[in-house]
């Protein structure tokens, strides 16, 4: 790992850091070296930071050392993928506000193949949404899509599982940093995309969940994604969440009809309304998206 790269990992690390502030270091620096000889008042002075942010920021800067911090990655098999690597995704790369860093475990080449699909939904899917999983899934993972989500219980759950039983591959976006996987009672299965598919968070390891975290993860699910398909969601899922960010990145957006009688459809049948289209045939939306594919 080059200089840059492994001040971008160390300062990452960094409490009250954020990516909009690395991007006000960067382009102060593009080196990153400045931020080393900043003090406290000239942080909060020049980047508008509270006090008690900065000094807690500089004192880490300055305490924790990158050689440990790369070295624990190392032996827990944490793989740290920055914005420069070249096996960043170049999908997620587009999108407007990227992560700067992506904590990694499994295998970080699952990130070259631009043949991948969000699947999205709500966490008490009905017995029909849980067969949509299993039939609109199918003719990707023989064709070779991979199938992102973001191991959340219900449609989440649903789509890593079949890319899992079915020989597939799949990538989980995690809310939390990747030691701390959430739900728990989702924990084994993160642990097996960690060991055979790939498991991710622009969060560092350690981080505990807290629930503005989740809304934002989702913006790395439809941005590693030619397209979102969503799968039973009412009006106030985080699903639509993703689907809102997929439009607005200029990707597809799919939803699955439901009975005009569930509140597990409302969602889904709404932007059908405001434009999504139907995902009735997984073939069909593969052929769909094989001129965006081209493109890549």
């Known amino acids: 790992m080059d200089d840059i790269k492994k001040r971008?990992?160390?300062?990452?690390?960094?409490?009250?850091i954020s990516w909009s502030k690395l991007a006000e270091f960067f382009k102060d620096d593009t080196s990153l070296c400045s931020v080393y000889n900043y003090s406290v008042?000239?942080?909060?002075?020049?980047?508008k930071w509270k006090e008690k942010n900065a000094e807690n920021f500089i004192k880490d800067l300055h305490s924790l050392s990158i050689t440990r911090i790369l070295n624990n990655y190392k032996s827990k098999n944490i793989k740290v993928v920055t914005i420069f690597d070249d096996n960043y995704p170049r999908l997620l790369k587009e999108i407007y506000d990227p992560p700067w860093v992506l904590y990694?475990?499994?295998?970080?080449?699952?990130f070259s193949n631009n043949k991948k699909i969000s699947i999205v939904g709500t966490r008490y899917p009905s017995q029909y949404g849980l067969k949509c999983v299993e039939y609109l899934t199918k003719p990707f993972i023989q064709q070779g899509w991979m199938i992102i989500s973001g191991l959340?219980?219900?449609?989440?759950?649903?789509?890593?599982?079949?890319?899992?039983?079915?020989?597939?591959?799949?990538?989980?976006?995690?809310?939390?940093?990747?030691?701390?996987?959430?739900?728990?009672?989702n924990e084994e299965i993160g642990q097996e995309i960690a060991k055979n598919h790939l498991l991710i968070s622009e969060y560092t390891p350690n981080t505990l969940p807290k629930r503005w975290m989740f809304p934002r993860?989702?913006?790395?699910?439809?941005?590693?994604?030619?397209?979102?398909?969503?799968?039973?969601?009412?009006?106030?899922?985080?699903?639509?969440?993703?689907?809102?960010?997929?439009?607005?990145?200029?990707?597809?957006v799919f939803a699955v009809p439901g009975s005009i009688l569930s509140q597990k459809?409302?969602?889904?049948?709404?932007?059908?309304?405001?434009?999504?289209?139907?995902?009735?045939?997984?073939?069909?939306?593969?052929?769909?998206?094989?001129?965006?594919?081209?493109?890549?």
Do not use: W
């Open 8 to 16: 971008l990992v160390h300062i990452s690390a960094c409490s009250h």
């Open 41 to 47: 008042s000239e942080l909060i002075k020049t980047f």
């Open 104 to 110: 990694c475990k499994g295998n970080p080449s699952l």
């Open 152 to 185: 959340a219980y219900g449609i989440d759950t649903a789509a890593h599982l079949q890319a899992m039983k079915k020989n597939g591959a799949t990538i989980a976006v995690l809310g939390s940093g990747i030691n701390t996987i959430y739900p728990k009672n």
């Open 217 to 252: 993860r989702n913006r790395i699910i439809s941005g590693l994604s030619l397209a979102t398909i969503v799968i039973e969601a009412n009006r106030e899922s985080g699903s639509l969440i993703t689907a809102n960010l997929a439009n607005m990145e200029g990707r597809e």
């Open 265 to 296: 459809a409302t969602g889904t049948n709404e932007l059908i309304m405001a434009g999504a289209q139907l995902a009735v045939n997984g073939e069909k939306i593969i052929e769909q998206l094989q001129p965006m594919l081209d493109k890549y």
